[in-house]
């Protein structure tokens, strides 16, 4: 068995593991990131860079080569309710040096953060390494253990962070406690192809037990078929031909290419889910982003949330930690700072999850806009209030942590 010792060990390469490991490496701190996967390439649940992590980004001296990537940016997010045409939330008000929304593949953006870490000599990345378990010594948690090609690989660590998603084995190991909140929808992802003559912005659709979001990401529409949860059975029971004729009816200019749905094998479901942990830590462990906090597709929140945890926990820690006087009182502090945002954002999350989009999934009669929704619609200005809670959130962060490449 291999064993190796860093300062602080990562499990998980997704946006609140690679952002706080870019940032504790760039306060000259030993990191090591642990990512399950060979690569970054697979379909993910998020794909949208908000006004929040742009600023971090532009903090960081890193927006100007970020957008080189491809990309796509919008400034408004539309939809249709039934007959209901409005725009849900107007960014171009707000006061962020970027005032937009970036649509951007999720491997892309993670691929980006590994180049600018691996910038730095303490930053190490280490691909197709699963955690498996934890080390502990005397109630603390001192370590991670993995699996590798070249076999078992303990990692000894003063901090452990689990950023290993909503499905996180460190959480489970370390014996945390998670309160679930229950969701109305799971959703069907799918792609379809884009043309050039389709619109760019994307489109969100509200019809009578029907819900259709599409996503553009350059040459094909990302496209997230929303169902009441635990239906997915019996949309495969009625066929797939029903199936894209349910799509061609909600986006009607893409129904010539509704064909290149063969087979349910191309029509992925993902499993909605909304929890939180009651307590984020334990000695020499805390966890970040959805290890923390799973959140609702409402809003797409759910990257920009993990980033903001990031830098949180690396404004707080990366003093205590380079300095050896790390303590428990310190991933208490990380929960405090982001606890309140995460639980106002979850709130709104299932507001609208149980006002708005589970009516619709149930609807057999006429379908009526909530007056929010027709409010919305009538008063531009009030588009506003959910740019900024879509595009900023309740407690945005910035970077505080030393760049020690220039002390």
Not at 14 to 42: N, Q, S, T
Not at 80 to 98: H, I, K
Not at 209 to 231: E, H, P, S
Request: net charge positive.
């Amino acid at each position: 068995m291999r064993t190796l010792s860093t300062r602080c060990c990562i499990a998980g390469g997704g946006p609140a593991g690679m952002m706080v490991g870019l940032l504790l490496a760039r306060a000259g701190i030993d990191v090591l990131v642990l990512e399950k996967h060979a690569d970054f390439l697979r379909d993910f649940r998020g794909d949208t860079i908000h006004p929040s992590t742009l600023e971090v980004l532009s903090e960081l001296g890193l927006l100007e080569r970020f957008l080189l990537l491809p990309h796509q940016k919008v400034s408004r997010i539309n939809a249709q309710f039934g007959d209901l045409r409005f725009t849900v939330a107007d960014f171009s008000f707000l006061s962020t040096r970027c005032r937009f929304v970036v649509f951007i593949p999720q491997w892309d953006f993670l691929a980006f953060l590994a180049r600018e870490g691996a910038r730095y000599p303490t930053f190490q990345l280490r691909m197709q390494a699963e955690v498996i378990g934890l080390i502990e010594e005397g109630g603390h948690v001192v370590g991670i253990r993995a699996l590798t090609p070249e076999g078992p690989l303990e990692v000894h660590a003063d901090l452990v962070i689990g950023a290993d998603g909503r499905h996180s084995v460190v959480r489970s190991k370390a014996g945390l406690v998670v309160e679930e909140f229950g969701a109305p929808m799971d959703v069907l992802w799918f792609r379809l192809s884009r043309q050039s003559r389709d619109r760019a912005d994307p489109i969100g659709r509200f019809e009578r037990g029907k819900i259709f979001i599409m996503l553009n990401r350059g040459d094909y529409w990302q496209c997230g078929f929303v169902i009441a949860k635990g239906t997915r059975d019996q949309f495969q029971t009625k066929g797939l031909a029903a199936f894209r004729d349910s799509v061609a009816q909600l986006a009607p200019f893409a129904a010539d290419r509704v064909g290149e749905l063969r087979d349910w094998e191309s029509i992925k479901l993902l499993t909605v889910q909304v929890d939180r942990l009651q307590q984020w830590s334990r000695p020499g462990l805390l966890c970040l982003g959805d290890a923390a906090h799973a959140m609702s597709p409402v809003g797409g929140v759910g990257i920009n949330l993990a980033i903001q945890d990031a830098v949180a926990a690396a404004n707080l820690l990366a003093a205590p930690l380079r300095e050896g006087r790390l303590v428990p009182d310190d991933f208490r502090l990380v929960q405090q700072r982001r606890d309140w945002p995460t639980r106002m954002t979850q709130r709104v999350q299932l507001l609208i999850q149980n006002r708005v989009i589970q009516p619709v999934l149930g609807e057999s009669g006429p379908l009526t806009p909530p007056l929010p929704l027709r409010l919305l619609a009538r008063f531009s200005f009030l588009q506003r209030i959910p740019a900024r809670l879509i595009g900023i959130g309740f407690r945005p962060e910035h970077v505080r942590t030393p760049d020690a490449s220039k002390e």
